[in-house]
């Protein structure tokens, strides 16, 4: 079946620039999670939905950052006034619910580089 | 979040079995332990998770320490598609997220 996918792959922009990185999750998925990954780097959690509310959002870096999700469904990851730190892959996951045993699907991420 | 300790990287020929070992000492009595693996270039997949007992999956097992301060992630005959970094995770019902350590890096040779 399909899984999480994330688009676009790749996004070069110019520093001052917004961006807008998109995620499309598991059909049926309720939860769904934001991290990023700098190069070299661990997975730094950002933000997770259940359904269109966003109980955590405690590791947005900055108010440049914002998400949002609609109709339980999609979900956009916004970056404002882009930064050359920002440069990292965003990578979008699902779940079926949240809970202790519930497993995360993880899409391909988006590769941003912030020139 | 209970903290957790693993080697930074490991090294297995293939067909060979590999031990990966995590340590999670301040783990509470209710916390999972998961464990992803990240290959090069993809997002994490889902490899395993326990609470107490041993578990076995299609892709390994996961071996729990009774005192539940230790687990060993167990590939039972190691391939190349198996390079990657693998996290140990424990997750706590405080909380819906999984934080990701460093993990180890595996790499297998032929």
């Known amino acids: 079946g399909a899984g999480v996918s994330q688009s676009p792959s790749n996004k070069v922009t110019e520093k001052g620039k917004d961006v807008e990185l998109r995620c499309d999750p598991i059909?049926?998925?309720?939860?769904l999670y934001w991290y990023r990954q700098s190069l070299g780097q661990g997975l730094e959690f950002l933000i997770y939905?259940?359904?269109?509310?966003?109980?955590?959002k405690s590791g947005l870096p900055s108010d440049r950052f914002s998400a949002e999700r609609t109709g339980g469904s999609v979900s956009t990851l916004t970056i404002q006034r882009t930064q050359q730190e920002d440069s990292a892959v965003y990578l979008c996951?699902?779940?079926?619910?949240?809970?202790?045993?519930?497993?995360?699907?993880f899409g391909s991420g988006t590769q941003l580089s912030v020139l | 979040d209970a903290k957790t300790t693993q080697p930074n990287s490991m090294e297995s020929n293939e067909e060979e079995p590999v031990h990966l070992p995590c340590n999670h000492s301040?783990?509470?009595?209710?916390?999972?332990i998961h464990w992803y693996r990240q290959l090069p270039s993809q997002g994490p997949e889902y490899v395993i998770h326990?609470?107490?007992s041993n578990v076995n999956n299609r892709m390994a097992s996961l071996a729990i320490a009774e005192d539940r301060k230790s687990s060993t992630l167990i590939l039972h005959r190691a391939t190349l598609r198996d390079a990657a970094v693998y996290y140990c995770?424990?997750?706590?019902?405080?909380?819906?997220?999984?934080?990701f350590g460093t993990g180890t890096r595996l790499q297998v040779f032929p």
């Open positions: 326990g609470l107490t």
């Open positions: 059909s049926g998925h309720t939860a």
């Open positions: 939905f259940q359904g269109n509310s966003a109980p955590d």
């Open positions: 996951a699902s779940s079926p619910r949240t809970g202790v045993g519930e497993k995360l699907f």
């Open positions: 995770i424990p997750k706590s019902y405080n909380t819906d997220k999984l934080i």
């Open positions: 301040t783990i509470s009595g209710t916390d999972y």
